[in-house]
């Protein structure tokens, strides 16, 4: 048998084994990221794709109650506010940085009755970073901005 | 002070543009002395970065709050070790802490090899320069770690900081990122020598011979900072996991994966001179995943829960990396020549075959790591539409690629070179598989339904199994002839052949890890809401919420509580898991409980509480095998050491092959 024969087979079979295998974990796993108003305007569609979707975390909005946390998220950036009622009914605890003010990503489905159902939450504490010193003295209007030396 | 430190990295910067210039120069124009003086210029830029570093130290640990990246990453009240640890805690400093790194490991290689390789140094210092260069660029003047706060004309002092992330408030993270920064900037010395021997045009395998050690040195540094990452992760996040497929982790295993693809394949290059072109191209693409990896953490092109910032770095890891490229591209099409095999592949049951599966799946595991991290961008640019994929993607492909991979470990260091028959390959692998066979079916029949956990179990057995045999035949074959007991029989030959032997101990740390991660198919974990006083039963343990005490320093609150726990009705004592809430970060931390066990570590996480403070929630989990992870990693660590570790003399030699006759290989390997 012709040497490139004897190593194709073996090559492709593998390679085309996890190239299905891949292309059957794309399908089961993908997430859209959408925001607040993009998951409203696709209405039902929502209700069986997987969604990952973003938004500030209301102040005073998280209640944990019966084993089930439950908060508000809220798109600030339009013309009004939008706000999507969250359950988390994942496994995993939720991580630290999440807490009231924080951004969050929920990955998860729109339930029927209009309440997301979070099964992954990733939270970012925006205000931890790039945050502005509050200033000792009476300082200038000029808000302080970092400069080089 | 900060003028100091900013000086000193902008003159750092003049010093390797120089550098660059007067190496290339000096070399096509025949100037040495222009050599002698970059080299020399390599070593100013050592003590300039070090100065800058030391200052940027000294201004964490005595708090001086003008500076902004101070303010950002320390306070008051964090212990020092930490306020050491902020150098890396941060997007400047982490990027000061790169390019020391570089120029310590550049140091490092222009002065052993000062009298050697006169010919390829220039190029080996200009790569390692124009690399350092572009690293400066982004410290000198896009992120610089001595800003001051400035409010109009004057300086702000803001008094106090806001702190470390609380997260990476933890031993190991006062060398997880050193670690696995010492790994990703390694590479750039090997890369250096590959391009320096190919725009020399080396006939011969010098670069390789070299840079082995090198090479084998800064694996060892990724891997440790990997593993410490996974430690990390399961005694912080609070969930027991060490490993989630986040972008930024995945950055640190592209190159780890490469990395071990290049040392494989380069003992084909050795040995019988093949695969010249390709390990080129492998030492290239880790060296350029390492930059990638720097670059997918540093420029927030996907969202990680490395929360790092938003920052303008990305377009200049961009053209840096294109640039790179395209060189490196441009450099082998046109020495291809020189490249040639000596050896053509003959049989698909060979030493070299194993090698070439081994980097094919090792290989087709990178580009799916890659594809799945990249998938929100790319499905973005061709669809439009933000989807990523999540764990699930990740282990449904690497999990067979992983078990693939264990077989080879098992059947490539006993296959023979060449060509290898059907008949030799049954009398050498009888034993292994049935071993294999053995274990699987003790556990089929102890109920273990699970396929891969019972796949995986098998194939550990297997390749531990070839591992055993191997040096009992060699040592076996020493005893009869030295008349040594079996353990030094051993000793000798392990030193006899350092690479070879060492290379089995790495695989056997391997096989343990696996047995950890398969540990994952058998978890136990449960979420409870429990007043104090109340108890919860998982698995066979039983715990008891004795009690929850408050306390507070000057860092953070906390709450501890005490557990009891008893199995199967024995009492274990109590274990004290406990909740922080650093004041100056303003978030809560977990510090989880944990009793380890060789076969399984019980896991208790104080998640908060609830019902208005009425009851705890607190997490269990049980995992089973975990701590063959860390075993595991201990070992691949003494493996790796022995590697390195120079055989015993050449004079031995003749002795050695003595050994072979015992088994399939006539020829010890060097």
Request: glycine share 8%.
């Amino acid at each position: 048998m012709n040497k490139y024969v004897k190593f194709g087979i073996p090559i492709v079979a593998i390679l085309g084994a996890l190239g299905w295998l891949a292309k059957d974990g794309v399908n089961e796993t993908k997430t859209y990221y959408k925001t607040i108003s993009e998951l409203q305007a696709m209405g039902d569609r929502a209700k069986d794709q997987k969604v990952r979707v973003g938004g500030d975390v209301e102040p005073n909005s998280i209640t944990r109650e019966d084993g089930k946390t439950r908060f508000v998220i809220a798109q600030l950036d339009g013309p009004k506010p939008l706000h999507l009622k969250v359950v988390y009914v994942g496994i995993e605890p939720l991580p630290d940085t999440f807490k009231n003010g924080s951004q969050a990503l929920a990955d998860g489905k729109l339930g029927p009755d209009g309440v997301f159902n979070a099964t992954k939450i990733q939270a970012k504490c925006a205000s931890k970073y790039e945050q502005k010193p509050e200033l000792k003295r009476p300082a200038p209007a000029a808000t302080p901005t970092g400069a080089t030396i | 002070m900060e003028n100091i430190g900013a000086l000193a990295i902008l003159l750092a910067f003049c010093f390797a543009v120089y550098a660059v210039i007067a190496s290339l120069v000096g070399k096509l124009a025949k100037r040495p002395f222009l050599v002698i003086s970059a080299e020399r210029a390599v070593y100013s830029i050592w003590v300039l970065l070090s100065v800058a570093a030391g200052l940027l130290i000294y201004a964490l640990i005595s708090g001086d709050y003008r500076l902004t990246y101070v303010h950002n990453y320390s306070n008051k009240a964090m212990p020092t070790i930490y306020k050491f640890t902020a150098w890396w805690g941060g997007q400047e400093g982490s990027l000061l802490l790169w390019s020391w790194l570089l120029s310590t490991y550049s140091v490092v290689a222009v002065w052993i090899n000062r009298r050697r390789f006169r010919d390829m140094m220039p190029y080996v210092t200009a790569v390692l320069m124009s690399t350092l260069t572009f690293f400066l660029i982004l410290i000198a003047f896009v992120e610089s770690p001595f800003r001051v706060w400035m409010s109009g004309k004057g300086i702000v002092d803001a008094g106090d900081g806001q702190g470390l992330n609380p997260l990476l408030q933890y031993w190991t993270m006062v060398i997880h990122p050193p670690m696995l920064y010492l790994g990703y900037v390694g590479f750039a010395v090997p890369f250096a020598f590959a391009i320096a021997s190919l725009i020399t045009k080396q006939p011969g395998e010098a670069w390789i011979h070299t840079t082995r050690r090198w090479t084998l040195v800064t694996w060892l540094f990724q891997s440790s900072g990997i593993l410490l990452g996974a430690g990390w992760a399961y005694a912080v996040l609070g969930w027991g996991g060490y490993w989630g497929w986040d972008p930024v982790e995945n950055a640190s295993l592209l190159p780890w994966i490469t990395a071990t693809a290049f040392l494989h394949s380069v003992m084909m290059q050795e040995k019988k001179g093949m695969m010249k072109v390709w390990n080129i191209v492998l030492v290239s693409g880790t060296f350029f995943l390492c930059i990638f990896g720097t670059f997918l953490t540093r420029s927030g092109i996907v969202s990680s829960v490395h929360a790092f910032a938003q920052s303008p770095l990305g377009k200049y890891f961009v053209v840096f990396m294109a640039i790179g490229i395209a060189s490196t591209i441009y450099l082998i099409l046109t020495r291809l020549d020189f490249l040639k095999s000596e050896v053509q592949l003959e049989s698909v049951l060979s030493r070299e075959s194993s090698f070439l599966f081994n980097n094919l799946i090792l290989l087709a595991s990178c580009f799916a790591v890659l594809w799945g991290t990249l998938f929100p961008v790319i499905s973005e640019a061709v669809t439009g539409e933000k989807i990523s994929v999540d764990a699930p993607f990740f282990n449904k492909i690497n999990v067979p690629i992983a078990m693939g991979l264990l077989l080879l470990t098992g059947i490539g260091p006993l296959i023979a070179w060449r060509k290898s028959s059907m008949d030799s390959l049954k009398r050498a692998f009888r034993i292994p598989a049935a071993a294999g066979v053995i274990v699987a079916g003790v556990l089929f029949g102890l109920g273990v339904r699970h396929f891969y956990a019972l796949v995986s179990f098998a194939l550990c057995a297997f390749v531990a199994t070839t591992v055993v045999m191997e040096f009992w035949k060699g040592a076996s074959a020493i005893r009869a002839k030295n008349n040594t007991n079996l353990l030094s029989s051993m000793v000798e030959l392990t030193h006899r052949n350092t690479r070879r032997y060492g290379g089995y101990l790495v695989h056997m740390g391997v096989v343990l890890m696996f047995i950890g991660f398969t540990g994952k198919a058998f978890d136990q974990s449960i979420t409870v809401e429990v007043p104090q006083g109340g108890s919860v039963q998982l698995g066979r343990y039983s715990l008891k919420i004795v009690s929850m005490v408050a306390d507070e320093n000057d860092n953070y609150t906390s709450g501890k509580l005490t557990v009891a726990v008893s199995r199967d009705g024995a009492d274990l004592g109590t274990l004290t898991p406990e909740r922080r809430f650093f004041k100056a970060a303003k978030q809560p931390s977990s510090d989880v409980a944990i009793r380890r066990r060789l076969h399984e570590d019980l896991y208790l996480n104080f998640a908060g509480m609830s019902n208005n403070g009425e009851k705890v929630v607190l997490q269990a989990y049980v995992f089973p095998l975990v701590s063959c992870i860390w075993g595991g990693y201990w070992v691949l660590l003494f493996g790796t050491l022995i590697c390195l570790a120079p055989n015993k003399t050449r004079l031995i030699y003749p002795r050695t092959e003595v050994v072979g006759i015992t088994g399939k290989h006539v020829k010890v390997e060097d």
